[in-house]
């Protein structure tokens, strides 16, 4: 059975590393029998939103190849303005998806969310985080992005709930920052004098050293940990790793489950998934999906991390 991979950002080497990771990720799965090893990969690239020179009819464009190739189920888009692009085309083409965004708004009939962060979730996470250090009066940063506006407010709410006071920054005792990486490094270059917890858009630092510099001592959630025994047993293949592998382990379960090898196949098989342990999030961390859910991530999937001397370190 073909399966499509859409990437909505460049890619340096066409996708093979990803591919590699997501056949890991499947492994198991046939190394248990109940999957052959006749799985086809097939990419296509459409540089989405908000990217420069990005644009939602790249990603449509994109999707329509994968369409073309007669695939029953796609991994992708990452972001989550081009997941919203594709959800109504994966639903009427009736193609099972599984975007690795953090917005829970990705999700539809045929649209899985496998979490990388979570707008929704990483407000309450933060807000909680916080409160059990001591803080109470918190100034909280966000841009005018569909990250900022939507994560805002949930962080409003989740305030509440941590008995937090939101204020100015000058009467602040610590900072919440809930946007987009390009403006959390704005935000940077002021170098507030308070404590500064910020919202996953952080892992970005993985890829720009400069940046991870820049946040030095920021807290921000991210969904890796080094004590979690699967993600450890991947070796040196960067964080990312851990969400490829996992969504290739989702889609080797749905296919091994699937009844037909067909498009509606794969559905019913994604909606059997249970219980299957994450390499991302702490020990014990879950994923499956079921009738009406297309959380693919269960329980403690966030790790609180930090930047230190260019490194990302689970919080002290």
Known sequence: MPIGILHDFPTTDDGVAFERTVRLGMQPVIDSGRLDDQVEMVHATGVGLPLPDGSAVAVER????????????????????????????????????INYTGSDETRSEYCFQYQIGSLEDEPSFLAANLASRGYRHVALERDRSYVGRRMAGFFEHASAVAELTLTSRDNADAIVSLCISDTARALATERPSQPVVANSALIYGYHDPQAAREWEGWAYPDTVSEANPIYASLGDVGPGAAGQYDMGRLIGEALARARVASSRGVLDGLEQVKAIPAASGEPGTLMGFGRSDRGALKGRYLVVRQWRDGRSVIAS
Do not use: Y
């Open 62 to 97: 994109a999707f329509q190849e994968l369409v073309d190739e007669g695939v029953v189920a796609i991994l992708g888009p990452a972001i989550s303005d081009n997941a919203l692009v594709v959800q109504p085309l994966a639903d009427a083409a009736r193609i099972p998806t």
